[in-house]
């Protein structure tokens, strides 16, 4: 089966660094994304890995490694903002996306 | 701003009695999407629209059902709504390009069943 696994919950201080890691095992793969979440709205695109190596996006990057079914975001320079949940996604050999359960973030002052 | 979006944001029925959540964008992507996500849990796709190609996810229960009258328009009805059907109803939308399928959501209808 498809399976996705990431941490269910995390805390962390402002400021600081916090890396959310995901893997997955999937049937096929084309590509993996991470989402934010906020409490009670909708995902919103943080990024999208489809080749080995990290991508940087401001205070956001991440992370793939296909040969090891492996993923993580690393969010630096916390802001009481970055609360929320995040969703690692990967798109299977069909082009659908396996979604993760999500990660909650807690971010402590 | 090119968007997504739902009406209504709120929706509460009562058991049994048929609702139906609308999705419209101005993006004009191909594909479209309804999700159904439970708190703390993965969203959950129960169909999608390729175009007018209708694809349906083998667990979704038949209570649900799916219409597309146009590109921009996308409706989900819920025939006989129970209990366990209270949830949020994510709609999205991608244009696929290769294996590029970045989905932009609207903002969601939560949907109590009383």
């Known amino acids: 089966g498809q399976n996705i696994d990431q941490p269910t919950e995390m805390t962390a201080t402002e400021g600081a660094i916090v890396q959310i890691n995901c893997t997955y095992q999937?049937?096929?793969?084309?590509?993996l994304f991470w989402y934010q979440q906020h409490a009670g709205e909708a995902p919103t695109f943080l990024s999208y890995?489809?080749l080995d190596g990290l991508e940087e996006k401001g205070r956001f990057s991440s992370f793939l490694s296909r040969s090891k079914g492996y993923s993580y975001l690393l969010l630096k320079e916390l802001q009481m903002k970055d609360s929320a949940s995040y969703l690692c996604?990967?798109?299977?050999?069909?082009?659908?996306?396996?979604w993760g359960a999500g990660t909650k973030l807690i971010i402590k002052p | 701003d090119a968007m997504v979006i739902q009406n209504p944001r709120y929706q509460v029925t009562q058991f049994g009695k048929p609702v139906t959540l609308s999705c419209s964008q101005t993006?004009?992507?191909?594909?479209m999407y309804w999700y159904q996500q439970k708190s703390s849990q993965a969203p959950k796709l129960l169909f999608h629209?390729?175009?007018?190609?209708?694809?349906n996810e083998a667990d979704t229960p038949d209570n649900f059902q799916s219409r597309r009258p146009n590109t921009s328009f996308c409706f989900l009805d819920i025939r006989s709504p129970g209990l366990g059907d209270a949830a949020m109803y994510l709609c999205?939308?991608?244009?696929?390009?290769?294996?590029?399928?970045?989905?932009?959501f609207g903002p969601g209808t939560r949907l109590t069943v009383l």
């Open positions: 996604a990967v798109m299977d050999s069909n082009y659908q996306l396996i």
């Open positions: 993006l004009n992507h191909n594909v």
């Open positions: 999937t049937s096929g793969f084309n590509g």
């Open positions: 890995n489809v």
């Open positions: 999205a939308t991608s244009r696929v390009q290769g294996s590029y399928n970045e989905q932009f």
């Open positions: 629209y390729y175009d007018k190609d209708f694809n």
